[in-house]
């Protein structure tokens, strides 16, 4: 049987690379996903490929830094499947630079858009998630949180934010049959991977470390996928990384 069959599942940021691997990788496991985004070409492109290829997918054009778009797709949501079993946040924003380059404005998107964009969707959801006594969480954050690279601070900090954020629910939320965890990716070959390693060597001199381990973003799928599924059903409160071995700290 398949590992999500019939699950309902939110994803947003889901024309990211990552996002798309997910998207992709849920519905092959028999997963109704639902696919959220700002990019409105990418995912109307990525959701159009799965249709074709014959999985349940549908687009929902959301801007998860304004919470009226968040609340008016959860009811759209609802509306279309009757529920939400899973939600998965894959936002991301590129915002990299010299610490003393960056804006206010550009620290408070990154947290506008991931931190505070992850908290609302979870807001939304976790109401309907208690009354049905299940559901799953999964929120993509990064192995900055812990071994934060020079010319990607503001990511890193919202990235450390997410990470409690998501342990602090998850203890919450035990109670009521709602399980919440944490993936953190080291690098993943992406265009925005190429960015990060592009602007590292112009401020550092040195590329990104580890590169011989950058990963897929199909390995950051197959882990999202399993612990959606009910053979992750003991894990909540986790943060699992998935990164090679690369991150220097414990």
């Not at 991301?92 to 990154?110: K, M, N, Y």
């Not at 071994?147 to 890193?156: F, K, N, S, V």
Request: glycine share 8%; aromatic share 6%.
């Amino acid at each position: 049987m398949n590992l999500l069959n019939d699950r309902v599942i939110w994803l947003t940021g889901a024309s990211g690379a990552i996002g798309a691997a997910i998207a992709q990788r849920a519905c092959a496991e028999g997963a109704h996903v639902i696919l959220s985004g700002r990019t409105i070409e990418k995912l109307d492109t990525i959701t159009a490929k799965l249709i074709s290829d014959g999985y349940s997918a549908y687009a929902l054009h959301t801007d998860v830094c304004d919470q009226q778009s968040i609340k008016t797709a959860f009811e759209k949501i609802l509306n279309r499947y009757q529920r939400i079993d899973c939600l998965v946040n894959s936002t991301s924003v590129s915002a990299f630079g010299s610490f003393l380059d960056l804006s206010d404005e550009t620290w408070l998107e990154v947290i506008e858009t991931k931190l505070l964009g992850y908290m609302r969707t979870m807001r939304t959801v976790l109401p309907q998630m208690k009354a049905q006594g299940s559901g799953a969480i999964v929120n993509i954050s990064g192995r900055s949180a812990r071994q934060p690279t020079t010319t990607h601070l503001p990511g890193a900090c919202a990235n450390a934010a997410i990470n409690v954020l998501d342990k602090g629910l998850a203890d919450a939320m035990s109670d009521y049959g709602v399980r919440i965890n944490t993936i953190s990716p080291g690098p993943i070959v992406s265009e925005r991977f190429e960015k990060l390693q592009s602007m590292t060597a112009g401020v550092t001199g040195q590329k990104v470390q580890q590169f011989k381990q950058a990963g897929t973003p199909e390995d950051v799928a197959n882990a999202t996928v399993w612990l959606l599924s009910d053979q992750a059903k003991h894990i909540t409160g986790t943060v699992m990384a998935v990164d090679g071995g690369a991150t220097a700290t414990v």
